[in-house]
C-alpha cells in the first residue's frame, strides 16, 4: 500500500520532468519542428501522468482513513449494543423472577411495581442511546471528551 516514503520518492521525479522539459526546450533551435512538439508534448504527458498518479495514490490514502474510521465506529457501536443488551438482559431476567416472587406470594402490589420497571425498560431502545457518526467524529476529535460505556 502507498505509504508517506512512497509519496515523498514521487515528488522529486516531478522536478526531473520539469527539468529535463526546460532542458528540452533550450535545444528547441537545433531539433527538427516536429521531434521538438513531440518532445513537448510528451514531457507534458509524463507531467500530467504524475499528477493523476499523486492523485491517486492521495485518493488511496483517504479512502484508508475512510474505512479506518468507520471500522473504528463500528466497533465502538457494536460493543455499546452488546453491553446495553447484556444490562437488558439482566434486568429483565431479575424483574422477572421478583415478578414471579410476587405472584406465588400474592403480592399484588409488588407485582403492579415490577410490571411497571418492565415497561419502563421496553418503552426505552438501547438504539436511542448510539451516537449519530456527527457526534461520534466530533466526539473523537475532542481531546477533552469523556466516553462512557
Do not use: C
Amino acid at each position: 500500500m502507498f505509504n508517506e516514503k512512497s509519496f515523498e520518492e514521487a515528488a522529486p521525479k516531478v522536478d526531473v520532468i520539469q527539468s529535463n522539459k526546460e532542458s528540452a526546450e533550450s535545444f528547441n533551435d537545433v531539433m527538427p519542428p516536429n521531434l521538438s512538439a513531440f518532445m513537448s508534448r510528451l514531457f507534458d504527458y509524463l507531467e500530467l501522468k504524475q499528477l493523476q498518479d499523486r492523485y491517486q495514490s492521495e485518493l488511496a490514502i483517504k479512502k484508508e482513513v475512510l474505512l479506518a474510521a468507520i471500522k473504528a465506529q463500528r466497533e465502538v457501536s457494536i460493543h455499546h449494543l452488546d453491553k446495553s443488551f447484556d444490562e437488558r438482559k439482566n434486568n429483565f431476567e431479575y424483574l422477572f423472577k421478583i415478578a414471579d416472587q410476587a405472584i406465588e406470594s400474592n403480592n399484588t402490589e409488588q407485582l403492579a411495581a415490577i410490571l411497571s420497571s418492565i415497561t419502563e425498560i421496553v418503552k426505552h431502545s438501547p438504539f436511542k442511546q448510539l451516537p449519530n457518526s456527527e457526534q461520534f467524529r466530533q466526539a473523537l476529535q475532542n481531546p477533552n471528551h469523556k466516553w462512557q460505556l
